[in-house]
C-alpha cells in the first residue's frame, strides 16, 4: 500500500517516542509478556484475570506504567490504585479498556471502559482520568466515570479503538453502538463531549468481538460475532469519518469474527472466526470438541470488495474456542489461544511475517510458552499508531518491502528507498547493526553472497509540533545465483506444413525447455522473438504455436521461480523442407461391440498397437538415437502436441510420424501410414429363443427341425456352427442350419481380407458369431384319463394332469378355442352338461382338445313351453359317454310313468298326453361308461307348473 504522508500527518506521532509503550502486556488468567528485549519473555507478576477484556501502558522507554481489565486499575506495583476499582468496564467485554495519554501532558492519561451485561454488569462507554504524579507517582483515579453514551447506555458494543488524529496532539477514540461508529477526539483539552457520528449500513444485533484500525490509520475494521458480518471501513484521521462499508465473506463452520487485526503496513487483514456454538448443558459447552475456530488473511490492497474476498486465505483451523489478535511492537500478530470458554492454554500463537502473502505469513501455532498462567480470550488493545511502519521500497519494482524477505540475484544492482519525510529527518541504515548510508536510498552494486542478511533504517524527526520521533523500518535480503543459461540451442525442424518447401514452418518452442532446464521443474523458460521485445517485455505468447522462417536467433530468458533470479540465451531456428516417407499400412479387425451379447456388432473401429508400429519404425533408424512419435495430423507432428501412445481405437485414418533426435529433440524426419480396419462379419441372428417343435412325445424317430439362419450376405464368408461350445460336424459349415435337438448354437463366420502379409500377423482373417438359443417343445397330448371331474356337486370343477400332456408350455380354455386361455389347468362352477378343454403350447407347436361329460341332476323342471327348464333330463349323459343306460322316473308313490333315452330331450311331464300335476317325482338312474364303470343315482325332483 504506497502512502504519500505530508508534513501534517506526521505531526499526529508526535506523541509517541520509540514504541516503547506497548512493551508490556498483562492478559489471560495472570499471564504476562515483556516485549522490552526484543522478543516477548512470559512474567507472571500481574494480577490481572480476565476471560476477554485488558489493557496495559508503558512510558516511551517500556516501563510499566498500569494495566486494566476495565473494573480495576493496577499500578506498576500491582496494587489498585486508589479510586481503581469497581469501574464501569467488564472483565467480559471484548475490548473492556483502552488507555490514551493525554495531549501535550507528561502524567495524565484516559482510561476509556466498555461495560457488558453479565454477572450484574451494565453495557455502557466511559471514561476516566489517571494522575500519574498523584500517589507517589504510582497513580490514582482522580476523575470519573464521565459517561459518553448519550443515553443509549443498554444498546452499546463491547468494542474501543484509537489512533492519532492528523493533527498535532490529537487522538481518535472510536466505539459503536447500534449501526453508528462513535469517533471522540482527544485533544489538549480533554475528551470532546460530542463525538463525529458515522451511521453504516448494517446494524449490528450482536455486541461482542473486537474494533481495530490500521496503524497509517486508513482503515477500520469490526466484528461482530453471532452476526457473523466481518466488516472493512474507510477511516478518515482528520475528520473521524467512517466510511465506505466493505463486507468480508468468512467460511462455515468458523464464519462467526471475533478477533481482527491489520499488518504494521496496514496492507494485511486478519481475522480469527469460530462456530460460536452454545449449550445450556456447561459440560457441552465447555467442551473443546464442540468448539471450533479459524484464522484467515485477507489483502486489503486489492481494489474491489470482491478482489479482497478472492484473496482470503486460510491459514489454520482447529478445535478451539474464539480468541482475539494483536499486532505486537516486534511487528508480528500474535493469537490469544482458549480451548473452550472456561480453560484457557498456557500459550499464544504467532504469526510470524504478517506482511506476506497466504501461508508465507508463517503462521506457528502455541509457540510462545506462558509458562504456569495462561491465555484466555483476549489481549491488550493499543493505540495503533504504536505500530506504524515506515515504508522502504524497492526502487526497481516500486514493491514495498518493510519488513519483507526478498530475495535478489548475484551479480545485479538494486537501489531501495524511504519514503520521504518532512522537515530535517536524519537517515540511518544500517547493516549487520553497523551505519551503512546516511541517504533516502542505499543502492547494492554487482551484490553478492555477502551481501545477504537483515537490513535496517532509523529515521530520527523533530516534527513541526516541536517532538522527537524515531521511525523505524526493516527488510531481510537473501541473495542467489541466476541459473545457467546453456549455449548452443539449435531446433531443427521438419517443415511438413501445406507449403514444405518456403522455410517457414509451426515450432513449438516448449517443447525445447526439457532441454534449456535440464528437466529442472524449479526453472521456468520464456521466448522472446528479439531484443527490443526482451528489453520491452514482451514475450512470445503463443510459443506452443509459434510460426518462423529459417535461422531467426531466439532470446529465451530462463528463471529460477524459487528466487526470480534469471539469465538469458539464444535459439537457433531451423525449418527443413520434407518428403514424407510412406511406411506400411496397419491393419486390424474392426473391435466388436457385441461380445456377451447374442451377436457381433461392429464398432466402425480398431484397437491398434502403436508401440509395435515404432519398435518397427525404430529397425529402420537402428544406426541414429531417435525417438519415434505418432500424430493424428501433420500441425500436432510439428507441434509435438496429443501424442499417440500406447493402444488406440481409431477407424480409418492417416497417421503422422515425426523422427527427432533423442538428444535435442530436433526433428530428422517425418513421414506416415494408413490404418485400416477391416470389417468383421455380422451374421444374422434373433433376439428370442428358438423353438423346435417336435410333434407328439411318442414320435420316434422324430423328424423334425428348425432352420437357424447365420448368413452374412457376403460372398466368400466361411461358416462354422457349434452346439453348446462344441464343433458341429454334419452340415455345420453352411450359412443356415438345422437343428434337431435343444441347445446353445453359435455360428462363427470368418471372413478373409487381402492385406500386407508383412504387416498382418493373424489380422488378416476377421471373425464374427451369433448365437442361437434353442429349446423343444410340442403339442399336447389328452388322454381322458388325464382329466379328474367333480360333477353333481354345488361346484362343479375339471382338473387337467398338465404333467402327462407334453414338454410343452401349456395354456387352457373351456369350450371356447378362440376364448381367453388361463395358465391354471383347472375350471370351477362348470355347469352340467357335454364340454370341450383345448390345450395349446404357448411356444406355436399346436393344439389338442377333448370332450368331458358333467353331470347334473336338476331339482326342478317347469314345462311352459317358454324354452327354460321345458323338460326334465340328466345334462352330460348321452350315448357317447354312456352308452349302456337306464332312467326311469315314479310318482310319488312309486308308480313308474317312463323311462327315457339320455340323447333325447327328456321327460316333459305328461302321461299318455296328459299333464300330471306339480308335485314330487322321484327318479332312478344307472349310467354305464365305456370303460364299464356304472354310476347308480337315485333322487327326486319337483314339476312346477307356472
Known sequence: MKKLIGFIFFCSFSLLYAQGEANTWYFGEKAGLDFNTGDPVAISDGKLNTREGCSSFSDAQGNLLFYSDGSTVWNKNHNPMPNGTFLKGDASSSQSAMIIPKPNSTTEYYLFTVGARVSGGEYGFYYYTIDMNANGGLGDVTIGPVDLNEGRAGEWSEKVAAINGEECETFWVISYVSNQFKAYKVTENGVAVTPVTSTVNYFAEDRRGYLKISPDGKKIAIAHMSDRRF????????????????????????????????????????????????????????????????????????????????????????????????????????????????????????????????????????????????????????????????????????????????????????????????????????????????????????????????????????????????????FEVEVYDPPVAPENIIYDQCDIDANSLDGITLFNLETKIPEITNNNSNLEVTFYDSEISFNNNNPILSASEYISATNPNLIFKITDKRTDCFNIGTMELNAYPTSLDTYNTLYICENDLGIGTESSIGSGEGTFDFEAKRDEINTLFSNYNIVVEFYENSQDAQLQVNKITGTNNYSNTEIYVRISNKDNNNCISAGKFNLVVNQIPEPNSVDEIVILCIGNIEDTPRPYSVALDGNTYVQGDKYQWYLNKQPLTVDATNPIYFAKEAGFYEVEVLRDFENDSNNMEDNSTCIGFSNFVVITSNIPVIYPENIIITD?????????????????????????????????????????????????????????????????????????????????????????????????????????????????????????????????????????????????????FSLIRR
Open 231 to 474: 466488516i472493512l471501513y474507510d477511516f478518515n484521521n482528520a475528520t473521524g469519518v467512517v466510511s465506505n462499508q466493505q463486507i468480508l465473506d468468512l467460511i462455515a463452520p468458523g464464519n462467526a469474527p471475533y478477533g481482527a487485526e491489520f499488518s504494521g503496513n496496514g496492507e494485511k487483514l486478519y481475522v480469527t472466526a469460530s462456530n460460536d456454538f452454545y449449550s445450556e448443558d456447561p459440560a457441552e459447552f465447555n467442551n473443546p470438541n464442540n468448539q471450533f475456530s479459524t484464522l484467515y488473511q485477507f489483502d486489503i490492497t486489492k481494489q474491489s470488495t470482491t478482489a479482497i474476498n478472492n484473496s482470503r486465505v486460510v491459514l489454520d483451523s482447529q478445535n478451539l474456542y474464539r480468541g482475539a489478535l494483536q499486532l505486537g511492537p516486534d511487528q508480528k500478530i500474535y493469537r490469544a489461544m482458549s480451548s473452550s470458554y472456561s480453560t484457557g492454554l498456557p500459550f499464544l500463537s504467532v504469526i510470524e511475517n504478517p506482511e506476506n502473502d497466504g501461508l508465507n505469513c508463517n503462521y506457528k501455532n502455541n509457540v510462545i510458552n506462558l509458562g504456569s498462567n495462561k491465555s484466555t480470550q483476549g489481549l491488550p488493545p493499543f493505540i495503533a499508531s504504536i505500530f506504524y511502519l515506515i515504508e522502504i521500497t524497492n526502487e526497481v519494482s516500486d514493491e514495498v518491502i518493510t519488513n519483507q524477505t526478498i530475495k535478489l540475484c548475484t551479480g545485479n544492482n538494486y537501489t531501495f528507498k524511504s519514503e520521504i519525510l518532512p522537515g530535517s529527518p536524519v537517515y540511518n541504515w544500517k547493516f549487520k547493526d553497523s551505519i551503512i548510508s546516511n541517504s533516502t536510498t542505499i543502492t547494492l552494486t554487482n551484490i553478492e553472497k555477502q551481501n545477504a542478511g537483515l537490513y535496517q533504517l532509523e529515521v530520527d524527526l523533530v516534527d513541526e509540533c516541536g517532538k522527537s520521533i524515531l521511525y523505524q523500518g526493516k
Open 792 to 940: 353333481d356337486s354345488n361346484n362343479n370343477t375339471i382338473t387337467i394332469n398338465n404333467n402327462e400332456l407334453g414338454i410343452g408350455d401349456y395354456e387352457y380354455t373351456l369350450n371356447d378355442f378362440y376364448g381367453e386361455y388361463q395358465d391354471e389347468p383347472y375350471f370351477e362352477n362348470v355347469p352340467a352338461g357335454i364340454h370341450t378343454i383345448y390345450v395349446r403350447d404357448k411356444n406355436g407347436c399346436g393344439f389338442s382338445q377333448l370332450e368331458v361329460s358333467v353331470l347334473g341332476f336338476p331339482k326342478f323342471f317347469t314345462p311352459n313351453n317358454d324354452g327354460i327348464n321345458d323338460t326334465w333330463r340328466i345334462p352330460g349323459a348321452n350315448s357317447n359317454f354312456y352308452p349302456s343306460s337306464n332312467i326311469y322316473i315314479f310318482d310319488r308313490f312309486g308308480k313308474f310313468i317312463t323311462s327315457l333315452n339320455p340323447n333325447n330331450i327328456g321327460w316333459d311331464g305328461t302321461l299318455n298326453g296328459k299333464y300330471l300335476p306339480s308335485t314330487d317325482y322321484w327318479y332312478s338312474v344307472e349310467l354305464k361308461d365305456q370303460q364299464g364303470n356304472t354310476r347308480i343315482k337315485k333322487g327326486h
